[in-house]
């Protein structure tokens, strides 16, 4: 994946291609000092900001008419303390920058999501995440914040500092300030041993809490029009290492992954007719594997097939039913669907508004691949996800409103009346957070 970039005309684009936003101007920081004074003089000129990280959101949460931050030159480790088991990193550092050095420096995170090629603040504030029996999101793992809020002035939060603001700001919508930089909790980089294996649905669904429970990172996709799954399970090793192969990651990774599933859905976007046909055939390309690594290297893949996609988390006790509703409602509708459906896990964390806030959650994807309209097919997998008062993923597609967010996040209230004391004028209001978070 590519990061953002803007256009012609100056406008700015994300990566899936569903969102569009025409800045009155950019600026991209070398320093907190010079992010503080950026925002003093839009809020001088009546000018909105947002920050924006290398545009993996498929909402419009950082699109802004106003001033637009661009934090590429806000990067690099300031410190790390080994023996706290702490990073502090600038908070436009990409993702596979930080996985990349802390694991020469002997370190890693506990927990990641699926890509790397986004920023840690824009990664952290929408509430990225992988799946984990134990271990929560990115987010869940962050010890401190230092953010610039809207009258230019830093502050810094943590368990015992400013609290009330760690509690929300550590997935904070942009909504709160702009993040610069980011304290994580590390530890000693282990190994982990990854176990892909295809499964069918309806065992994956019967033996679902089994394989959660004896799995300290469970995952799987299910193939639309097929009763197939590709599962994973991560677990950590005493070793010896045993990476997956040059030839075999090329073959499995970038050429079936990647460029043959990019194949299958150009034919499928050409001939829906096909795509039942192309799934059953896709779902059983991939064979078992086990492979011991680096756990960036485990957690991580590339991702090259550009897509839209929309993430509910519902509760992790209603996931299985929730999957079955899924299943039905595709077979009889007359969808022709033609990209997996991703499931993971995640604890319950203490973060005023993570999708995983006070309960053990489940989440679910669907997608569609970049230029086929998924309108029908998202709208249909919303209106189940939200009968399990699911909590959609803040940097996904869906159509969900603050009345509806108030009443599945207990703690809503305590978010906005945060937001009202640090940002009362609204200087990161968009229309987004207008519509999830209320005027």
Same mark, same amino acid.
């Given at each position: 994946?590519?990061?953002?970039?803007?256009?012609?005309?100056?406008?700015?684009?994300?990566?899936?291609?569903?969102?569009?936003?025409?800045?009155?101007?950019?600026?991209?920081?070398?320093?907190?000092?010079?992010?503080?004074?950026?925002?003093?003089?839009a809020a001088e000129d009546g000018l909105k900001v947002k920050a924006v990280g290398s545009g993996h959101s498929f909402t419009s949460i950082?699109?802004?008419?106003?001033?637009?931050?661009?934090?590429?030159?806000?990067?690099?480790?300031?410190?790390?303390?080994?023996?706290?088991?702490?990073?502090?990193?600038?908070?436009?550092?990409? @993702?596979?920058?930080?996985?990349?050095?802390?694991?020469?420096?002997?370190?890693?995170?506990?927990?990641?999501?699926?890509?790397?090629?986004?920023?840690?603040?824009?990664?952290?504030?929408?509430?990225?995440?992988?799946?984990?029996?134990?271990?929560?999101?990115?987010?869940?793992?962050?010890?401190?914040?230092?953010?610039?809020?809207?009258?230019?002035?830093?502050?810094?939060?943590?368990?015992?500092?400013?609290?009330?603001?760690?509690?929300?700001?550590?997935?904070?919508?942009?909504?709160?300030?702009?993040?610069?930089?980011?304290?994580?909790?590390?530890?000693?980089?282990?190994?982990?041993?990854?176990?892909?294996?295809?499964?069918?649905?309806?065992?994956?669904?019967?033996?679902?809490?089994?394989?959660?429970?004896?799995?300290?990172?469970?995952?799987?996709?299910?193939?639309?029009?097929?009763?197939?799954?590709?599962?994973?399970?991560?677990?950590?090793?005493?070793?010896?290492?045993?990476?997956?192969?040059?030839?075999?990651?090329?073959?499995?990774?970038?050429?079936?992954?990647?460029?043959?599933?990019?194949?299958?859905?150009?034919?499928?976007?050409?001939?829906?007719?096909?795509?039942?046909?192309?799934?059953?055939?896709?779902?059983?390309?991939?064979?078992?594997?086990?492979?011991?690594?680096?756990?960036?290297?485990?957690?991580?893949?590339?991702?090259?097939?550009?897509?839209?996609?929309?993430?509910?988390?519902?509760?992790?006790?209603?996931?299985?039913?929730? @999957?079955?509703?899924?299943?039905?409602?595709?077979?009889?509708?007359?969808?022709?669907?033609?990209?997996?459906?991703?499931?993971?896990?995640?604890?319950?964390?203490?973060?005023?508004?993570?999708?995983?806030?006070?309960?053990?959650?489940?989440?679910?994807?669907?997608?569609?691949?970049?230029?086929?309209?998924?309108?029908?097919?998202?709208?249909?997998?919303?209106?189940?996800?939200?009968?399990?008062?699911?909590?959609?993923?803040?940097?996904?597609?869906?159509?969900?409103?603050?009345?509806?967010?108030?009443?599945?996040?207990?703690?809503?209230e305590e978010f906005t009346a945060l937001r009202d004391r640090l940002d009362p004028d609204r200087l990161f209001q968009n229309d987004y957070?207008?519509?999830?978070?209320?005027?």
């Amino acid at each position: 994946m590519s990061s953002t970039a803007s256009g012609k005309n100056g406008t700015w684009r994300n990566w899936g291609g569903n969102v569009a936003a025409r800045p009155a101007r950019e600026v991209a920081p070398a320093s907190v000092e010079e992010l503080a004074g950026a925002i003093r003089r839009a809020a001088e000129d009546g000018l909105k900001v947002k920050a924006v990280g290398s545009g993996h959101s498929f909402t419009s949460i950082a699109a802004t008419d106003g001033v637009l931050i661009r934090p590429q030159l806000l990067t690099g480790i300031r410190h790390i303390d080994r023996e706290a088991g702490t990073v502090t990193v600038e908070a436009g550092t990409p @993702l596979k920058r930080l996985n990349m050095a802390l694991a020469r420096e002997g370190l890693s995170l506990a927990n990641m999501g699926d890509i790397m090629e986004q920023t840690v603040s824009g990664a952290t504030s929408t509430g990225t995440h992988g799946t984990g029996r134990d271990s929560g999101s990115i987010a869940a793992q962050i010890k401190g914040l230092e953010l610039v809020t809207a009258d230019g002035s830093v502050l810094t939060c943590s368990e015992k500092e400013n609290p009330e603001v760690f509690a929300a700001a550590r997935i904070g919508l942009g909504a709160l300030g702009v993040v610069t930089a980011i304290t994580f909790a590390v530890e000693p980089i282990f190994l982990l041993t990854a176990r892909e294996e295809p499964m069918p649905f309806a065992r994956v669904l019967a033996e679902f809490d089994e394989l959660w429970t004896e799995n300290e990172h469970f995952e799987f996709y299910w193939f639309p029009h097929t009763g197939s799954t590709n599962t994973k399970r991560n677990n950590r090793s005493a070793g010896p290492e045993k990476p997956v192969g040059q030839l075999a990651g090329w073959f499995e990774d970038e050429l079936l992954s990647n460029g043959v599933f990019q194949v299958a859905q150009w034919v499928g976007r050409a001939a829906p007719a096909t795509i039942p046909t192309i799934a059953r055939v896709s779902s059983k390309a991939l064979s078992a594997r086990t492979y011991t690594d680096i756990p960036y290297k485990v957690f991580t893949s590339p991702r090259r097939v550009r897509f839209v996609e929309m993430e509910y988390a519902v509760p992790r006790e209603a996931v299985v039913e929730t @999957l079955r509703e899924l299943k039905a409602m595709v077979e009889r509708s007359g969808l022709r669907v033609s990209f997996p459906v991703e499931v993971r896990t995640a604890p319950a964390d203490d973060i005023t508004l993570s999708t995983a806030s006070g309960r053990d959650s489940a989440y679910i994807a669907v997608h569609m691949v970049k230029g086929t309209p998924f309108q029908r097919y998202f709208t249909a997998a919303e209106r189940i996800f939200t009968a399990h008062e699911g909590r959609p993923h803040w940097g996904k597609v869906h159509t969900r409103d603050a009345e509806y967010l108030a009443g599945v996040y207990p703690r809503f209230e305590e978010f906005t009346a945060l937001r009202d004391r640090l940002d009362p004028d609204r200087l990161f209001q968009n229309d987004y957070l207008r519509r999830v978070l209320g005027a």
